[in-house]
């Protein structure tokens, strides 16, 4: 009788961590930063009509970097988490923190267990009502969090963007102009073209809206901000 | 709450945008129609006898909605009734359910503010998972089928009737929908209103309702409505100026949805009184 192909745990998950990361280097990256209203969503994403930013629920904005289908089936179990729990409870009982929990514990669950693991980077981020109470969870593949509080970055160049912003960015909580002007930037440091507005998806948690924070920006607005 | 895992659940094919149908697959317990009709269905024999009526509980009376010039307008009292007791004096039958449209309700109160929590919930689900708003049209047919469902609560006595306004961008009018018991949706044009005092409401609406009325003019006709229904139907509660209890009166147009201030209704309200002491 043959022996069942052995391989030693190690080698598996370093095998589909490198699969992961892989998936995700291909994809475009995505900055969170907090400005003095609320956080600046930016992705560089030249569709017009697919969206890497969505958002959650009141004050709770998601975005994910790597494979479509994967961070879209994500994205939905977020919102309908999220609803129910804010129909069985309050609108306020609603949490980045026990969603990106529930993510972590999926994206986990998920990567030891499931044949392929997810090739995703997840965001999440809720603004708070003054702004040291920003939350910004960075999510990965394994389900490992780190929380921000000031910018974070997900995507393929999402090192490299962390480290130029760790750089620039200074003390002081950035005007909407200036984080927006830093994030694109950013993407031109990374890259080898800066990617002109149009190929910029834009939103913010705007925190002095009523009831839903989010907003799209779109190119009209995006000119006008940064003129 | 432990975190439950609907997670897992939304890995399907079926990739419906509707929170309604989510809950009634994953989560039928939170349904409250579904929940009271399993409790309430042993009774029912086929072909016996109805089962009992449901105690008295309390019950929202008039709202109103009519269309003006910029948009369409919905109001409502603010009584709630229970048998001949009044329940509430504040309570609210009118609500936003989301940036263009707005509904209000007669009936039963528990299963009237369920219905349009519900709703709300809905249409911004809708919204934030196809990341587009349903248009006016299928809100309407929507908040129908809810109706539908709560079908077997009516056997009961757990009449729903909700009065649902929109502004149509596409239109760019405003548009009102009415709904009968088996969830059937019509349309009307100009003006509407429903429970115990609708009729008395209808009557004074058609006296003064035009659709080139300006916004003013329109919160005014809608109050003096609201008024003549309260002084025919014990149902219905009448602005009261002591307690500063006004009814409450939404302005559906192209900007949004907002509602009418309360300084403006008292001003209002108190003219209104004024002139009827003169007449």
């Given at each position: ?107 986990g669950t998920i990567f030891s267990q499931e044949m392929k693991p997810y090739e995703v980077e997840l965001l999440l981020a809720q603004v708070g009502e003054t702004p040291d109470r ?94 | ?168 961008q596409k239109r760019e009018s405003g548009r009102i929908f009415k709904y009968d018991i088996t969830g059937g949706r019509y349309e009307e044009t100009d003006f509407h209103a429903v ?85």
């Open positions: 009788m043959p022996l069942p192909y052995y391989v030693s745990p190690e080698q598996m998950m370093q095998d589909r961590a490198e699969y992961a990361k892989k998936g995700i280097a291909k994809g475009r990256s995505i900055i969170a930063m907090a400005y003095g209203d609320g956080v600046l969503f930016v992705a560089d994403n030249p569709s017009v009509s697919l969206f890497k930013i969505s958002e959650i629920y009141d004050n709770i904005a998601f975005s994910g970097a790597g494979k479509y289908n994967e961070f879209e089936s994500l994205r939905k179990a977020g919102i309908q988490h999220a609803d129910v729990k804010g129909m069985m409870y309050s609108r306020e009982d609603v949490t980045a923190r026990s969603l990106a929990n529930g993510y972590s514990q999926m994206l920003n939350e910004l969870y960075r999510i990965s593949f394994d389900g490992s969090i780190v929380d921000e509080q000031r910018f974070t970055a997900i995507g393929g160049r999402s090192e490299a963007i962390l480290t130029f912003l760790r750089k620039e960015l200074s003390e002081q909580c950035p005007s909407l102009k200036d984080a927006l002007i830093l994030c694109h930037t950013s993407f031109e440091r990374v890259s080898d073209s800066k990617p002109n507005l149009e190929g910029l998806e834009i939103a913010v948690l705007d925190r002095n809206r009523k009831g839903r924070k989010f907003r799209r920006v779109l190119l009209q607005e995006a000119r006008q901000i940064l003129e | 709450m432990p975190f439950e895992t609907p997670f897992q659940a939304s890995f399907s094919l079926d990739s419906h945008s509707s929170f309604y149908h989510y809950l009634s697959v994953h989560k039928p317990e939170l349904l409250p129609m579904a929940k009271w009709h399993n409790l309430i269905n042993p009774s029912i024999s086929p072909g016996g006898s109805m089962p009992t009526q449901v105690p008295p509980l309390p019950h929202g009376t008039t709202v109103l909605a009519f269309t003006y010039q910029q948009g369409v307008l919905i109001a409502g009292d603010r009584r709630a009734t229970e048998g001949f007791q009044i329940a509430s004096t504040r309570m609210e039958k009118v609500f936003q359910t989301d940036e263009f449209s707005a509904m209000a309700i007669a009936g039963a109160a528990g299963p009237c503010m369920e219905m349009a929590k519900l709703f709300r919930i809905e249409l911004e689900h809708y919204e934030k998972l196809d990341g587009q708003p349903l248009t006016c049209e299928g809100k309407a047919n929507h908040l129908g089928q809810m109706v539908k469902a709560n079908f077997p609560l009516v056997l009961q006595g757990l009449v729903v009737i909700p009065l649902f306004v929109g502004y149509d429970g115990s005092g609708g009729k008395d409401a209808r009557n004074s609406l058609k006296e003064h309702c035009k659709k080139s009325l300006p916004e003013q003019e329109a919160v005014r006709v809608a109050l003096r409505a609201l008024v003549n229904a309260a002084e025919e139907d014990v149902g219905t509660g009448g602005p009261d100026v002591f307690r500063r209890i006004y009814p409450t009166i939404k302005l559906v147009d192209h900007q949004g949805v907002r509602d009418v201030e309360e300084s403006t209704l008292a001003s209002l309200c108190e003219a209104l009184i004024t002139r009827r002491q003169d007449e």
